[in-house]
């Protein structure tokens, strides 16, 4: 077991503390190797995410819609671990792996855009760690509690450092009635332990509501006047990449129209999971990938 950097939910109060990896990973004259200029670099470090207007296309990421329909007619897959209901409509919430289920999201994750960024910013080759479509349904789509994926992937998992990003792409329309991802800005550079022990196999009951692993209400408020709270918003292909330690959660939907987020989990082939902090069992594949770490190769998704 490699040394615990970042120890939470030992059962005891831990006052927050400054994160101790960097955010931008590559160094010296490779920090500009890649897409993203020196501005965009600098609005990472300091936010701890990337905002993208319309990305792709609508006409890209339509056809998605396509092959999950195709899965929710398939009765056996729709009963299996991968995927997750709503816990009060019973609902699709979330499938976990898509790259390993379809052909056109694995490309997705192999786009020279998205992958040129994310190799900048994490200052290696990466690999898949997760990946998920996280919907919510008009009127039902249940919201999420403020939490840092880096601390259930740290404790849960076993990865080591902060070292990894999400890059989640809207398949809907994301408006502030639908309940967007909100985030606070600035939060990524503090790591906020937690209290609670985690139970065995939290990860049955984590997926459909989060309560382990939740930051305290006092550093919440702290963070958040500091850096306030933002909810990008946008149209169908547009990007957002942010960082594993910032601050987020998710309101429930109470409109009509429906939110759909694809999310990759990139996490640098220098960062692979060691046993979990928490003493337990790894979780499933499909939540932390162990087998699968070999480092991305560039696809263009045109040919896809």
Same mark, same amino acid.
């Given at each position: +077991?490699?040394?615990?950097?970042?120890?939470?939910?030992?059962?005891?109060?831990?006052?927050?503390?400054?994160?101790?990896?960097?955010?931008?990973? /590559?160094?010296?004259?490779?920090?500009?190797?890649?897409?993203?200029?020196?501005?965009?670099?600098?609005?990472?470090?300091?936010?701890?995410?990337?905002?993208?207007?319309?990305?792709?296309?609508?006409?890209?990421?339509?056809?998605?819609?396509?092959?999950?329909?195709?899965?929710?007619?398939?009765?056996?897959?729709?009963?299996?671990?991968?995927?997750?209901?709503?816990?009060?409509?019973?609902?699709?919430?979330?499938?976990?792996?898509?790259?390993?289920?379809?052909?056109?999201?694995?490309?997705?994750?192999?786009?020279?855009?998205?992958?040129? +960024?994310?190799?900048?910013?994490?200052?290696?080759?990466?690999?898949?760690?997760?990946?998920?479509?996280?919907?919510?349904?008009?009127?039902?789509?249940?919201?999420?509690?403020?939490?840092?994926?880096?601390?259930?992937?740290?404790?849960?998992?076993?990865?080591?450092?902060?070292?990894?990003?999400?890059?989640?792409?809207?398949?809907?329309?994301? @408006?502030?009635?639908?309940?967007?991802?909100?985030?606070?800005?600035?939060?990524?550079?503090?790591?906020?332990?937690?209290?609670?022990?985690?139970?065995?196999? @939290?990860?049955?009951?984590?997926?459909? /509501?989060?309560?382990?692993?939740?930051?305290?209400?006092?550093?919440?408020?702290?963070?958040?006047?500091?850096?306030?709270?933002?909810?990008?918003?946008?149209?169908?292909?547009?990007?957002?990449?942010?960082? =594993? @330690?910032?601050?987020?959660?998710?309101?429930?939907?109470?409109?009509?129209?429906?939110?759909?987020?694809?999310?990759?989990?990139?996490?640098?082939?220098? @960062?692979?999971?060691?046993?979990?902090?928490?003493?337990?069992?790894?979780?499933?594949?499909?939540?932390? /990938?162990?087998?699968? =770490?070999?480092?991305?190769?560039?696809?263009?998704?045109?040919?896809?």
């Amino acid at each position: +077991m490699t040394q615990d950097v970042y120890p939470t939910r030992t059962g005891k109060p831990q006052e927050r503390f400054f994160r101790r990896d960097p955010v931008i990973h /590559a160094r010296n004259e490779s920090r500009w190797d890649g897409p993203l200029d020196e501005e965009a670099l600098s609005r990472y470090e300091r936010d701890g995410f990337l905002w993208f207007e319309g990305f792709f296309s609508r006409e890209r990421v339509e056809p998605f819609f396509d092959e999950l329909a195709d899965m929710a007619e398939d009765k056996a897959f729709m009963d299996s671990d991968e995927v997750i209901s709503d816990p009060d409509s019973g609902e699709l919430r979330s499938v976990f792996s898509m790259h390993t289920l379809s052909d056109r999201f694995d490309a997705l994750t192999r786009d020279p855009r998205v992958l040129g +960024m994310v190799r900048q910013l994490l200052g290696s080759d990466v690999y898949i760690h997760q990946s998920r479509i996280n919907d919510k349904f008009g009127f039902q789509g249940n919201g999420f509690n403020w939490h840092s994926d880096f601390e259930t992937w740290h404790v849960e998992d076993g990865m080591p450092r902060m070292r990894a990003l999400s890059a989640s792409l809207m398949l809907t329309d994301n @408006n502030e009635f639908n309940g967007p991802l909100m985030l606070i800005p600035g939060s990524h550079q503090y790591f906020v332990p937690a209290i609670e022990q985690t139970p065995e196999n @939290n990860w049955k009951d984590s997926l459909k /509501a989060q309560r382990i692993g939740v930051p305290d209400t006092e550093n919440l408020r702290f963070l958040a006047n500091q850096g306030g709270i933002t909810a990008p918003k946008g149209r169908p292909g547009s990007l957002l990449l942010f960082e =594993c @330690n910032t601050l987020h959660a998710s309101n429930k939907n109470l409109s009509p129209w429906p939110r759909s987020n694809l999310f990759f989990v990139y996490n640098s082939v220098d @960062n692979t999971l060691a046993q979990p902090y928490s003493g337990q069992e790894p979780r499933p594949e499909f939540l932390a /990938a162990r087998q699968n =770490c070999g480092p991305l190769d560039m696809k263009d998704i045109h040919a896809s």
